[in-house]
């Protein structure tokens, strides 16, 4: 009896008294609780595994040829053909380089990190989303204006694969291979070529944190940001496969390319029209040193080697926004309308008069999203829950919404 008292499970300690059941091993025995523990731990691991292996899964990168991706950015983004054509082929060439390792000449192809320059409202943000949605990689939208110089409040550069990681359930296989989208990018660049008292904490500092992640490297990334849990542990992330898009406004870079560009030509062979055309678009004319004077510094230019430019929106662009793309406004809001069991119909002026007043006010695509609601805020609010079935918006009608509305009183640009 005095051995069997000695008796005690080789996992927790506790003595064969103090446990209902000891099973004996070869050289140790377990009680039941650790056995049930271990059960969990077990279902657990294959838990996650399986959720590791379905988000890969859900992550199959399907890579077509350029051609094909324009084409389907056709269905979704009007015009902007130019920056369609560079997307799809920087986009072709990186995944290229991401299946194909390396080959046997040893030749190195390195990243095609893109920046995009355009007016507000022109697509910049929704042709990466497109893209993404196409490869079917993982997504993420940045905004640069929160990022500020490491140890100063505010966000680490770190923290947009936090979001990458996040929109693919921490799998860091599909997010070394993701795009991500970092937004408002001259909104970091550098305030002045004089140098400062104080620290320019948001604007150069941010650049040069950026310089590795796009080149590529090992990053530690804090998988629920890193400011309000310190002693979270970090995941390691190489962000060489990973492709960065930069987009934004650059406002004030047309000045600085017109000084570059002669359009104040004179002479009996100028071509007016031709002059007039290319002094209201003049970001076709974009090139690095353009963005070098804006602020943007140069190690940063070298590692976004892909520079293209969204067109101005025009009337026959916006016209076409309102009703082609797959997910265009008035099918959206005919779509609303649907779910109460109300057919919408819109006047060919009301679209005309929608478009007249976006160029009014400069608001580009997001303008017209702006001017349906307020022409249609009224009919969304009084018409659910009555037996109307039909809607029909004259010019009349939509005049006399937007007058009501607050976009009413904007001053014209």
Known sequence: MAKASQLHCSFCGRNRDEVKILIAGQDGHICENCVEHAQEIIAQELT??????????????NVRRPAEIKKFLDEYVIGQDDAKKVLSVAVYNHYKRVNNKQS???????????????ETGTGKTLLAKTIARLLNVPFAIVDA?????????????????????????????AA???????????????KGDNPSITRDVSGEGVQQGLLKMLEGTEVLVPPQGGRKHPEQKMIKVDTK??????????????????????????????????????????????????????????????????????NPLDTETLRNILTEPKNSLI?????LFELEGIELLIDNDVMDFMVKKALEYKLGARGLRSICESILTDAMFELP?????????????????????????????
């Open 48 to 61: 996650s595994k399986q959720e590791g292996a379905h988000a890969s899964a859900n992550f199959k990168l």
């Open 104 to 118: 046997q000449d040893d030749v190195e192809i390195e990243k095609s990190n893109i920046i995009m320059v355009g």
């Open 145 to 173: 204006t929160v990022f500020t110089e490491a140890g100063y409040v505010g966000e680490d550069v770190e923290s947009m694969l936090t979001r990458l990681l996040q929109n693919c359930n921490y799998d860091v296989t």
């Open 176 to 190: 070394e291979r993701g795009i991500v989208y970092v937004d408002e990018l001259d909104k970091i660049a550098r």
């Open 241 to 310: 496969n990973i492709l960065f898009i930069c987009g934004g406004a650059f406002d004030g870079i047309d000045k600085v390319i017109a000084r570059r560009v002669n359009t104040n030509a004179i002479g009996f062979s100028v071509n007016k029209e031709e002059q007039e055309h290319q002094r209201k678009n003049l970001l076709q004319f974009i090139n690095a040193q353009d963005l070098k004077s804006f602020g943007l510094i140069p190690e940063l230019l070298g590692r976004l080697p892909v520079i293209t430019h969204l």
């Open 331 to 335: 099918k959206q809001f005919t779509r």
């Open 385 to 413: 829950g009555t037996d109307t079935r039909k809607l029909h918006i004259t010019l009349d009608y939509a005049e006399q919404m937007f007058g009501k509305s607050k976009l009413s009183v904007l001053k014209v640009a």
